[in-house]
């Protein structure tokens, strides 16, 4: 497999790659990943992985070219995990190197092209509360960016701002398809900007101004309702597949990008170029597929000619401010109190962040207040899987709690 931005450097060498405080051309982008590749160099091996806990930044991006040409696995860590699970990730992911600052100079390393796959590995929630590990190859992942690109209308000297964090597929998604049309990725907004992906909560909070803007790819939560004057690309899409799945303008129809069918149940089940390799654990990968090929979301979506109509998990998986939150994983921290007996989570509408969780508890102390749990939580959890609420039950019945969201 060819190096994506080794190329772009090649046939665009002087174009803008990224706005930032002071922009840089792909020539110069390529040139940081080489740097970087030239420190990583002597502490990697093919195959080992590569942690990084990091803010977007330029040299995030560079790191991730770099880590290609040294052939090692770029593993992004979510920023705002608390330090307990933080460790638990370096843990499972035993990388060869923790990257969290850039304090070191840099030496010219000749490039490394065709990398082995995994390419990348990112976390993504689990059914069972325990967040997986999804590995990537930098194939599946050029395919999802090029599908992308032709459905959005990306073209050469188009803007992309780089409004979703690099340790989640969207904002990878962004990366590739902004090199592979290149097109430059903004680090901050301006008022050039002709893409975007935000989220619900993103777009509740901040209304783009861009007078160039021709693609708001929206996303990664439930949308109420789809605004008027705002060219908005409503979109569906899952970390397994690379990103975006399919989208639409306008429309809650969504056409398809990627192959696609429902079961008998109505789960959407997905295949194709764009899908990933496997779970990753332990240097081994596992690819859930069924007998056909296909890998089962556990998203419960309706076609009609064509058309795809997102209609709701097929798990207690819900979403908040664009993350994913799996109650058991909250349950399971709450269970590990020595008063508490019993516990349930579920999601309370949100305005701003479309869904938070609040908790239901039975407990051995009456006294047991809000901001004690928040407080014992808040170690174990980031803040936006700390529940809102505390409810105090003896005993808790969740068949009537299950269908109140």
């Given at each position: 497999m060819s190096d994506l931005l080794k190329e772009a450097a090649s046939s665009s060498p002087n174009q803008i790659a990224l706005f930032t405080k002071e922009s840089a051309t792909f020539s110069q982008l390529d040139e940081k990943a080489d740097r970087l590749a030239a420190l990583l160099s002597p502490y990697i091996s093919t195959g080992d992985r590569i942690a990084a806990l990091l803010p977007n930044s330029a040299d995030f991006i560079a790191l991730f070219f770099?880590?290609?040409?040294?052939?090692?696995?770029?593993?992004?860590?979510?920023?705002?995990?608390?330090?307990?699970?933080?460790?638990?990730?370096?843990?499972?992911?035993?990388?060869?190197?923790?990257?969290?600052?850039?304090?070191?100079?840099?030496?010219?390393?000749?490039?490394?092209?065709?990398?082995?796959?995994?390419?990348?590995?990112?976390?993504?929630?689990?059914?069972?509360?325990?967040?997986?590990?999804?590995?990537?190859?930098?194939?599946?992942?050029?395919?999802?960016?090029?599908?992308?690109?032709?459905?959005?209308?990306?073209?050469?000297?188009?803007?992309?701002?780089?409004?979703?964090p690099l340790f989640h597929v969207g904002g990878i998604g962004i990366l590739f398809r902004?090199?592979?049309?290149?097109?430059?990725?903004?680090?901050?907004?301006?008022?050039?900007?002709?893409?975007?992906?935000?989220?619900?909560?993103?777009?509740?909070?901040?209304?783009?101004?861009?007078?160039?803007?021709?693609?708001?790819?929206?996303?990664?939560?439930?949308?109420?309702?789809?605004?008027?004057?705002?060219?908005?690309?409503?979109?569906?899409?899952?970390?397994?597949?690379?990103?975006?799945?399919?989208?639409?303008?306008?429309?809650?129809?969504?056409?398809?990008?990627?192959?696609?069918?429902l079961a008998p149940d109505g789960e959407i089940l997905v295949k194709g170029a764009s899908l990933f390799q496997g779970y990753w654990e332990n240097g081994k990968l596992h690819l859930p597929l069924d007998d056909n090929g296909?890998?089962?979301?556990?998203?419960?979506?309706?076609?009609?000619?064509?058309?795809?109509?997102?209609?709701?998990?097929?798990?207690?998986?819900?979403?908040?401010?664009?993350?994913?939150?799996?109650?058991?994983?909250?349950?399971?921290e709450l269970l590990k109190l020595p008063h508490v007996v019993d516990a349930f989570v579920k999601p309370t509408n949100d305005p701003e962040f479309g869904a938070r969780p609040v908790a239901f508890i039975q407990t051995t102390n009456p006294h047991f207040t809000l901001k004690q749990m928040q407080e014992a939580l808040l170690p174990h959890l980031p803040k936006y899987k700390i529940p809102i609420a505390l409810t105090l039950c003896n005993p808790i019945s969740r068949s009537g709690l299950k269908d109140s969201f």
């Open positions: 770099a880590s290609l040409r040294v052939k090692a696995a770029l593993c992004p860590l979510n920023t705002r995990l608390p330090p307990n699970q933080i460790k638990e990730c370096i843990k499972r992911l035993s990388p060869a190197l923790f990257i969290s600052s850039f304090d070191a100079p840099f030496e010219k390393l000749p490039s490394i092209s065709d990398p082995s796959p995994p390419s990348l590995l990112l976390f993504t929630s689990g059914t069972t509360g325990s967040p997986k590990i999804a590995a990537h190859s930098l194939s599946n992942l050029l395919a999802n960016a090029s599908a992308a690109v032709s459905f959005l209308d990306l073209r050469a000297n188009d803007q992309w701002l780089l409004s979703l902004c090199i592979l049309a290149r097109a430059a990725i903004c680090l901050s907004e301006t008022d050039t900007l002709t893409h975007i992906s935000y989220v619900p909560t993103q777009l509740y909070r901040k209304k783009p101004t861009s007078k160039k803007l021709r693609c708001l790819l929206l996303g990664g939560a439930p949308i109420p309702s789809i605004p008027t004057d705002l060219p908005v690309y409503l979109s569906y899409g899952l970390t397994e597949m690379g990103s975006l799945v399919a989208a639409s303008f306008k429309s809650y129809h969504l056409s398809p990008l990627q192959q696609m069918q296909w890998f089962k979301t556990s998203d419960i979506g309706a076609m009609e000619n064509g058309k795809l109509t997102y209609v709701a998990r097929k798990d207690r998986q819900f979403i908040s401010g664009g993350e994913n939150i799996q109650p058991e994983e909250i349950e399971k």
